[in-house]
């Protein structure tokens, strides 16, 4: 095989740098919650619905001049893009027994559409009785999930 082949097929089989996928991960976050769909935001960046797409997945990675616009358009700082990104001296501590992050939960929950559409529902229900019950219910209805 030679060289171009080589570089070829490694840039195809590239995985997204972690740190990309990350910031990826707030850029939609942050779209979602602004309520922006990706061609909406494309429109307002000047750029195609595909490349806010690729930088949400991490696909592409995000210049500087481009996070900063991004986060004048989503109106947050820029370091919102890096919020809870684990830096290399945070894994030192083993894991043994520990829980998992549960900022990783959240966040999971609320870059889903569902987790986004239900957190919004549920903080517009005053009735803490009624949100107590429908906790509740969520409550009982993943117990009755059979476990993977």
């Known amino acids: 095989m030679n060289t171009m082949s080589q570089d070829n097929n490694n840039i195809q089989t590239r995985k997204p740098n972690p740190i990309d996928v990350h910031v990826g991960g707030r850029i939609r976050l942050r779209r979602m919650m602004s309520g922006l769909s990706q061609e909406r ?6 750029l195609t619905f595909q490349q806010i797409q690729k930088y949400e997945k991490g ?3 995000v210049g500087a001049s481009r996070l900063f616009q991004l986060a004048q ?7 919102y893009f890096f919020d809870d990104l684990e830096s290399d001296h945070d894994n030192l501590q083993p894991a043994g027994f520990a829980e998992p992050n549960s900022q990783d939960f959240v966040l999971e929950f609320l870059n889903s559409r569902e987790g986004l559409e239900l957190n919004r529902a549920f903080v517009k229900i005053q009735n803490p009785q009624v949100r107590r019950r429908i906790l509740d219910l969520i409550k009982s209805l993943s117990e009755d999930s059979p476990s993977p």
């Open 41 to 46: 935001l494309g429109e307002q960046m000047g």
């Open 73 to 79: 358009v989503l109106k947050v700082p820029v370091s």
């Open 59 to 61: 696909a592409n990675r």
